[in-house]
């Protein structure tokens, strides 16, 4: 089995409003989409951000644009007007789902 970092097929996007952060996740090449389907799950999204994550995680398939969309509930600690953290808009965490490591072959 080989193993691939998202960051080596995949670029990202995210943003937010209020305490949801979203998360688009877009593959380099449509052959990897299936593989991304299979194995970012938004149960797996949910573990990635353990303790980052305090409320649900859904995933939306967009196929045609080879892209995954994560919505994160309860992301940003109550939102960029009321969190004291670094990333009060949530866009370093399309940078840091890059980091998961997936299995390219099950």
Do not use: W
């Not at 998202?6 to 593959?27: P, Q, W």
């Not at 940078?95 to 299995?103: A, M």
Request: hydrophobic residues 40%; proline residues 1%; aromatic residues 6%.
């Amino acid at each position: 089995m080989g193993k691939v970092q998202l960051r080596e097929i995949c670029h990202a996007r995210s943003g937010d409003k209020g305490n949801t952060a979203n998360i688009g996740l877009i593959v380099y090449d449509e052959q990897h989409y299936e593989l991304i389907k299979r194995e970012v799950t938004a149960e797996r999204v949910k573990v990635f951000f353990k303790g980052t994550v305090k409320g649900e995680v859904e995933r939306y398939e967009l196929p045609r644009m080879g892209a995954l969309n994560f919505v994160l509930h309860q992301a940003l600690d109550g939102g960029s007007t009321r969190t004291l953290s670094f990333d009060v808009c949530g866009k370093a965490l399309s940078s840091v789902l890059l980091s998961l490591i997936i299995e390219t072959s099950v």
